[in-house]
C-alpha cells in the first residue's frame, strides 16, 4: 500500500521540542517534495515547512523560521520535522504532502500532491 505515514506527535510542554517524522510506504521519497501543514481546530490549514528532492531547497513560515527544521534521510526513506521552542498556539493536527517535482518546494497549498498522511497531533499544553 502505497501512503505517508507521520508519526512523533503528542504533549509537551511549552518551550518542549518534539520531532515528526513522515515515512514512506511502498514507494521512494527519492522523487518528491515534501510538504508539511498544519490544522488547529477552526483554523484552516497552514503550511509549515518544506523540502526539495535533493534537500538543497527548504521553506519555512515566517513564524517558524528559527523554531522548526526540516530535513530527509534518502536511506530511511523519511523526512523530519524538528520542532524546538514550542508555544500553545504550535497546537494542531501536522501531516505531510508528497509532490513529484525536480526542483523546489512549496507551502502555498497550491501544488496537486501526490500523496497524504493522516496526520499526527501535536498539542503543547503545560
Known amino acids: 500500500q502505497l501512503q505517508l505515514v507521520e508519526s512523533g506527535g503528542g504533549l509537551v510542554q511549552p518551550g518542549g521540542s518534539l520531532r515528526l517524522s513522515c515515512a514512506a510506504s511502498?514507494?521512494?521519497?527519492?522523487?518528491?517534495?515534501i510538504s508539511w501543514f498544519r490544522q488547529a481546530p477552526g483554523k484552516e490549514r497552514e503550511g509549515v515547512s518544506c523540502?526539495?528532492?535533493?534537500?538543497?531547497?527548504?521553506i519555512y513560515a515566517d513564524p517558524l523560521k528559527g523554531r522548526f527544521t526540516i530535513s530527509r534521510d534518502k536511506a530511511k526513506n523519511t523526512v523530519y520535522l524538528q520542532m524546538n521552542s514550542l508555544k500553545p498556539e504550535d497546537t494542531a493536527n501536522y501531516y505531510c504532502a508528497a509532490v513529484r517535482r525536480n526542483l523546489g518546494c512549496d507551502i502555498s497549498g497550491r501544488s496537486e500532491y501526490d500523496y497524504w498522511g493522516q496526520g499526527t497531533q501535536v498539542t503543547v499544553s503545560s
Open positions: 523540502i526539495s528532492r535533493s534537500g538543497g531547497r527548504t
Open positions: 511502498g514507494f521512494t521519497l527519492d522523487y518528491y517534495a
